[in-house]
């Protein structure tokens, strides 16, 4: 009855998505660092408030029977936790980048920007009280692909340097 459990529960819908992030690690054996689970962590914990926000939102009063944990959410603060949250993504992944000590640092920093700009396009998305599913969100909307195919771009020059 973890599921019934505010917070608990958006930590457990996190950890899914992490263990897709490890899944991939370990099939392409590719130790992931400590940064790299850091900053898909706070991603993943983003990705699951902004979905309690949108159920909450989208649905209204009848949000309640649609999952019971939504009662103890308030809108408000599911946003605050969202941007929270979102900066501290942003924190971890300049961490990250300014701790290489190799040719790919500059780059790096710099995809730090449109990963900026992805994540608060992705709150402007959320907070429209739309009914999309989140992953929608991420993967339908032009400039959402824009800012993440500029991100992957910038980051995988830095790879090739």
């Not at 130790?31 to 989208?58: M, N």
């Not at 971890?92 to 396009?121: C, F, K, M, N």
Request: charged fraction near 10%; hydrophobic fraction near 55%.
């Amino acid at each position: 009855m973890l599921k019934h459990i505010p917070v608990v529960e958006l930590i457990f819908v996190a950890s899914g998505f992490l263990l897709r992030v490890l899944g991939g690690a370990a099939a392409t054996h590719v130790p992931p660092s400590v940064w790299f689970l850091v900053v898909c962590s706070l991603g993943a914990l983003g990705v699951a408030i902004a979905k309690r926000y949108t159920e909450l939102a989208g649905l209204g009063p009848a949000a309640i029977q649609h999952r019971p944990v939504l009662r103890y959410y308030r809108p408000a603060a599911l946003l605050a936790a969202e941007w929270l949250i979102g900066l501290g993504m942003i924190a971890a992944y300049l961490a990250w980048a300014a701790g290489e000590r190799t040719d790919a640092q500059p780059w790096h920093l710099i995809s730090a920007v449109p990963l900026a700009a992805a994540l608060i396009r992705f709150g402007m998305l959320t907070k429209r009280h739309t009914t999309a599913p989140v992953e929608d969100l991420l993967t339908r909307n032009g400039l959402m692909l824009t800012c993440e195919l500029t991100w992957l771009a910038l980051f995988v020059t830095g790879l090739q340097v």
